[in-house]
């Protein structure tokens, strides 16, 4: 089985996104760090059992991210003049007590998909402690990658707090095609079809502090 480790949300600018994430909920998210070679940089706000990180693209990274790859989770093609702009862009999993990553992994070859090879990955906090974690790459946004923290404590414990994710749901136009992993999983994700003529497969949340609620 596996449990919603954190979502995902895209940004063009880290700061400003802060800042606007404060101004709607009454909570600032962490600065987290870069993503060396990624092209990446983040800032993380715990959700109680999950967290949220605003991930974008890093000003002191090459552009294109060194690593030769595009940015992770299309942010490119997201944040682009006509694409969707700041919106979620995917979600991950870890093991639940006493599993394993290979054994979720294992879970989603039964559901048929292939979660694809897991890697090693560190960075640096802003406080020079090296966080580790093991994790695979996404390949859609409605469909959840993996990850294992190992030994690092976990960001949703870590980060400041005092909000809720109240809602979070996979908008796929064939929701049985992501409805067997979600299962498969034992996830309490909720699956649905597109409510307009937008057909785009995506993610939706809703996050609330005393501060406010949000539409992500």
């Known amino acids: 089985m ?19 994430f404060e101004e709607a909920t009454g909570v600032r998210p ?13 800032a993380l706000v ?13 000003p002191a990274q090459p552009d294109p991210p060194s690593s030769g790859l595009p940015r992770p989770f299309g942010i490119d093609d997201v944040l682009a ?30 559901a048929g ?41 976990r960001p949703n414990v870590t980060q400041p707090g005092g909000l809720e994710l109240d809602d979070f749901a996979i908008v796929h136009p064939r929701p049985f095609d992501v409805l067997g992993i979600v299962v498969a999983l034992g996830l309490d994700i909720t699956v649905t079809a597109p409510d307009s003529n937008d057909d785009s497969p995506g993610l939706r949340a809703t996050v609330s502090a005393d501060g406010g609620e949000l539409d992500l």
Request: charged residues 20%; glycine residues 12%; aromatic residues 8%.
């Open 2 to 20: 596996a449990v919603i480790d954190h979502l995902v949300y895209a940004v063009a600018d880290l700061a400003a996104a802060i800042d606007w």
């Open 30 to 42: 962490a600065v987290g760090g870069s993503h060396d070679g990624m092209g990446t940089h983040n």
């Open 46 to 58: 715990s959700l109680g059992e999950c967290y949220l990180e605003l991930i974008a693209p890093d």
């Open 81 to 110: 003049p006509g694409g969707p702009g700041a919106s979620l862009v995917g979600f991950a999993v870890r093991p639940a007590d006493g599993e394993t990553i290979d054994d979720i992994g294992d879970l989603m070859f039964d």
């Open 113 to 153: 998909t292939d979660p694809g090879p897991v890697v090693d990955m560190s960075r640096l906090s802003p406080a020079g402690d090296r966080l580790a974690w093991r994790l695979t790459f996404p390949s859609e946004a409605t469909v959840p990658f993996l990850i294992d923290w190992g030994d690092t404590p």
